[in-house]
């Protein structure tokens, strides 16, 4: 978006006529893959003269499928899509374009410079690219490529452009982000970046994406626990409470190296959010490993839990693993967590009735402005006020809706 617009496009929203139309792929599950080519087939119905590219990780692992989609006029691999305006301009000369190059091969991190706009009110950061784990379910790494990190003071520099532009929180993202800092040769780590990144004027909230659970040691949260910037909301990405299925998906660590990394995380932030990702029946998966599963997730009290349902992806080991788990067997694994998850945001949010809380106020939702504290509760105040969106401001809590919403004043 920024790169077209710096050549003087005009964005529009996605049901509108435009000229040009570029969807980016994801594959990290099989109806992300529907979903994108489901949107490439509908975009022309539109405007069936305009340029639609489609790019990313679906297309890396899966051109073939694009191929067969008439109407796409550029297929672009990942490591492309810094170039994707010069590429569009260019297609007018040499119509169908199809460049895809090995991410394999790619040893340092691509980076498309500052990102100056946003109509947000906090901004994504990219810091890293690729993952060198190969969970023996996941497609990303193939999509991906090796570990590539951004350098600091580029990364530094983006921040420091959004801050001087009235941004207050950042989220630092990657495919990987625990893995930042490992293809350097000076042993810089993330948790260097984010002592950098804690020093710029501005910047009042710094949140962190999905987290590797070793990453989490108690060196780590002591460094991190000294940056007042940063949010007590931590994604830990779990996928199973039973140690054997952990041992089957290749994660890794175990249980007992997970549980260690909350207690380090409830010491140093009292208020701490937890959330996590859950696979359900991945292959081989009993009722006892399950309901192992089950109790670990009791134990460690996650404030909201993202279930998903196995789906074997074409390429995986896993795919090709034997006892693969029934759906109907899926099905209720999900419903019973997913009934569960939303039991334990219920009890947190109650928790929070009556105490004051800072937000930072994002959105107009009709007669309500919402916003996220800094344990990312969604709290809504009813005001006709529009000034203090993008702003951090005290709220009394004084109930909660169905939503998984508080309601303050």
Known sequence: MQKFIKKGYEIVEENEKADVYVINTCTVTNMADRKS???ARR????????ILAVCGCYVQVAKDKIEEIEDVDIILGNNEKSDIVEIVEQFEK??????????????????FGDITYTNKTRAVIKVQDGCDRFCSYCIIPYARGRVRSRKIENVVSE????????????????????????????????????????????????RLGSLEPKLITEEFVNRLSRLPKICDHF????????????????????????????????????????????????????????????????????YKMHIFKYSPRKGTKAAIMPKQVDGKIKEERSRRLIEFSDQNTKEHNEKYIGKELDVLFEERDGEYIKGHT???IM???????????????????????NEECLIGE
Do not use: W
Request: proline fraction near 1%; include cysteine.
């Open 37 to 39: 080519r489901q949107m």
């Open 43 to 50: 975009v022309k119905e539109i405007n069936k003269n305009a």
């Open 94 to 111: 040499n119509k169908k374009l199809e460049i895809i190059s090995d991410v394999m091969y790619q040893k340092e991190y691509i980076d």
């Open 159 to 206: 921040i420091t452009s959004l801050a001087n532009n009235g941004i207050k929180e950042v989220v630092i993202t990657g495919i990987h982000i625990a893995s930042y800092g490992k293809d350097f040769k000076d042993g810089t780590s993330l948790i260097d970046l984010l002592e950098r990144i804690n020093q710029i004027d501005g910047i009042q909230r710094i």
């Open 235 to 302: 994604h830990l990405s779990l996928q199973s409470g039973c140690d054997e299925t952990l041992k089957r998906m290749n994660r890794r660590y175990t249980t007992s190296e997970f549980r260690d990394g909350v207690e380090f995380l409830k010491k140093a932030y009292p208020n701490v959010a937890l959330t996590t990702d859950i696979i359900v029946g991945f292959p081989g998966e009993t009722e006892e490993e399950f309901e192992q599963t089950y109790k670990f997730l009791k134990d460690i009290n996650f």
């Open 374 to 376: 800094t344990n990312y």
């Open 379 to 401: 709290v809504k105040v009813k005001t006709n006020n529009d000034s203090i969106k993008d702003k951090i401001e005290k709220v009394k809590i004084v109930d909660m809706d």
